[in-house]
């Protein structure tokens, strides 16, 4: 039975006769894979930071919103970093052509 995001269901008669199919099969696999691995690891971070901020003095309930704006924070503290790294590799791009 051909599963079209799990290649490891596929039979070697299936590969044979599909082998872009099975390709394609791999690459859906590992994207699956790192889409789950990165749910656990937000999932294992969400409840360490609500441990913490109740340990803190903080509220449950209030731990998930101060979570995402913890979050969302990070996000846009590592999106200047990375524009600024591309404005400062830009500009040395520029000025060894000069």
């Known amino acids: 039975m051909r599963d079209s995001r799990d290649h490891t ?3 070697n008669k299936e590969t044979e006769e599909d ?4 390709v394609a099969a791999q690459q859906a696999y590992r994207q699956d894979q790192a889409v789950a691995a990165a749910q656990r ?3 294992r971070d969400r409840a ?3 441990a913490e901020y109740v340990a803190a003095g903080g509220t449950k309930s209030g731990a998930g919103d101060a979570y995402r704006a913890k979050r969302n924070e990070t996000a846009a ?3 200047a970093h990375a524009d600024e790294a591309a404005r400062l590799a830009q500009l040395g791009a520029t000025w060894s052509k000069v």
Not at 19 to 22: C, K
């Open 41 to 43: 690891i937000e999932e």
């Open 9 to 11: 269901k596929w039979t």
């Open 19 to 22: 082998s872009a199919g099975y």
């Open 48 to 50: 360490a930071f609500e």
């Open 77 to 79: 503290a590592a999106a």
